[in-house]
């Protein structure tokens, strides 16, 4: 079902830019020893993932000032080349478009390492140096860059048109460091069927110290998308608890100790929940809409044993964890659109991921200020495995206890497994 809850303005960016080398420079050495130093750095993100957190605003096209919307709360690191995104604390990333994680409002991806990449190791595009500038207070070497249309592969999605356009941009650097400052991308020569008047992506690096490494990392971001109506979406990112994953192995030729009998107790089956399962759940977590997150964990139990064609399926009491996908409101004279997904069940030795629809809810009355607001619940299952509903009033906040009423469907292979 199409809601126009759900704002038709869509718009999200899809980059695999491809950027870079070209022209002359009045200093070629020094300009060769940033790209180098880049390349290292850039060489090290698949070792890091970091919390990105998104404040999201809007302006209308009769106001100068942008409104607050939401906040989005993902995980990002690069694997096998490819920015991919996971829900904080789940276990996988997604092998899919972030598009597919948060389903409405601006989004945009590449600002974490695929801009960076492409620009200073992929070898197209052209360079012109614009010398000594002061930056924040600090001496920086500027750079602009132009890429065409035919180089760049850099994408952009507005609504349900899609275009892959010029990207012209400037980057700074420290002379003595030579660190990547700040890097800004602009959509140039954008077609006019894109109805979009400019697409800004700015992103500032810094060092930082993770485990036992110094890594260069992206600190915060500043995404704008303007409209030829004279509306604009805007994302501040922040990049935050970035940490390394690895492995160690150990080799010893010592007698290995006893194996606690216990130890086997510790495994855990992995389980796969056939379709059509009727799963009804209780959640164990508030839902404020003043403090809450699209990303925000929620929590809950199996209300009672769910039986297959093969036996029983899921205990009563089994443990199930899910997100807030969805918290959008389009404006204050409409209902708040809340989107829950749920992603995993366990109970004593097994786990099983869910993946589902939602067919039913009983949501009790939402007090605020001592008054009772009475919601008419429209259930929408637009998006797969994400159950939506509306809220109406001026804020709300859900208590713990409400029940939900869940049919799993068969679940899509896209899932890419976190490194460990």
Known sequence: MRNGIIRAGLCA????MAAARGGQSPDEGQLARFKEKVRQDMASIPNYTCLET??????????????????????????????????????????????ALVSSGTIGTGMFATFAQNLFVRGKGTLQNRGDESLDG??????????????????????????????????????????????????DEMPYRLQLAEAVFRTFYARMHVGDSDALLPQRSEVTMASFSGE?????????????????????????????????????????????????????????????????????????????????????????????????RSTWSTPFALGIELSEIEWEGARATFYGELVDLDLPRVRIHHIDYTNTVLINGEIPGVGIFYIDGPRFRIAPGFHMVWRTLARPRNAVRKPR
Not at 13 to 16: C, H, V, W
Not at 54 to 81: C, M, Q, W, Y
Not at 266 to 290: F, K, N
């Open 13 to 16: 960016i899809f980059l695999a």
């Open 54 to 99: 998104i404040e999201r605003a809007r302006r209308e096209s009769h106001s100068r000032n942008f409104k607050p919307g939401d906040t989005v709360r993902l995980e990002v690191s690069v694997v096998a080349g490819k920015e991919l995104f996971a829900w904080p604390g789940s276990r996988q990333f997604e092998d899919r478009r972030v598009t």
């Open 138 to 187: 600090r001496r920086a070497i500027r750079y602009d860059f132009h890429v065409t249309q035919q180089e760049s592969g850099f994408r952009i999605q507005n609504r349900n048109t899609s275009e892959i356009v010029a990207a012209t941009g400037s980057f700074w650097f420290d002379p003595t460091s030579l660190d990547l400052i700040r890097l800004d991308v602009y959509g």
């Open 232 to 328: 604009a979406d805007r994302d501040a990112v922040e990049f935050s608890q970035c940490r390394e994953y690895g492995s160690e192995s150990t080799i010893t030729f010592d007698t290995p100790p006893p194996t606690p009998p216990e130890a086997s107790t510790l495994r855990v089956r992995e389980v796969d929940l056939p379709a059509g399962l009727l799963v009804p759940v209780e959640s164990d977590t508030a839902i404020d809409s003043q403090t809450a997150a699209v990303g925000d964990p929620l929590h809950g139990r199996v209300l009672r044993e769910v039986w297959s064609k093969g036996g029983l399926a899921v205990p009563h009491g089994a443990k199930i964890t899910g997100r807030i996908c969805l918290l959008d």
